[in-house]
């Protein structure tokens, strides 16, 4: 953990979800208003159509929502995306760029990635920049090289800690089971600090890193307990609520 950095644990669901899943955003509703989340915000990132009606179940809650992915312009002719504004409009205070989902899968370079987040925080948005290395790059020694790349490249201008949080997600561990050992983490997330220092300046020490990339109940602690790892970006854990919890309960 950073010092006097409140940690952020974030579920991503990407492409799962139905209406009926809203019991877990619920759920997760009562369990932060309850105070079970500890000391952690917590924030889940259904996908886009249903976070109108997740913002309906969360409201006046303590229960943060984000979105998964959006375009860098505010409008156009672009069928079939989402912007920054509409999400803002739908109830989100979050969305998550640059994941290497999105990366790999719909080829986005770090000057696109930059253009979502520097368009999240015009629409009053805190932009999740995703950032990891292949298992190749990290088995040639290139692993803390790729991701200060990334991040140089994807990082909006302006962030500070209210705006930019940075996630730290091993592409070779995502969904796999693998992860990283803590003195993988703990040099990787050093690095960013570092970076995030060079960048930012003094705001750059507040900055939020999470760790992402097979984050379960049986490894959170270990993982959070990382120093600069100021909390999790959550995947399969985070579609029922109480396994998202459990983790999110390393902060108790």
Known sequence: ????????VAGNWKMNGLSGSLVEIEALRRAADAGEAGVAELVVCPPATLLAQAAWKIKGGKLGLGAQDCHPEASGAFTGDISAPMLKDAGAAYVIVGHSERRTLHHETDALVRAKAEAALRAGLTAIVCVGETRAERETGEA????TRQL??????????????VAYEPVWAIGTGLTPTAIDVAEMHGAIRALLDDIYGDSGAKIRILYGGSVKPANAKE????????????????LQATDFLAIAAAYR
């Open 1 to 8: 953990m950073t010092r006097d950095v409140r940690p952020f």
């Open 144 to 147: 803390i090289a790729v991701v």
């Open 152 to 165: 140089k490249g994807s990082l909006p201008p302006g962030g500070a800690p209210e705006t930019v949080v």
């Open 223 to 238: 993982l959070l307990g990382i120093d600069n790892v100021d909390g999790a970006l959550v995947g399969g854990a985070s």
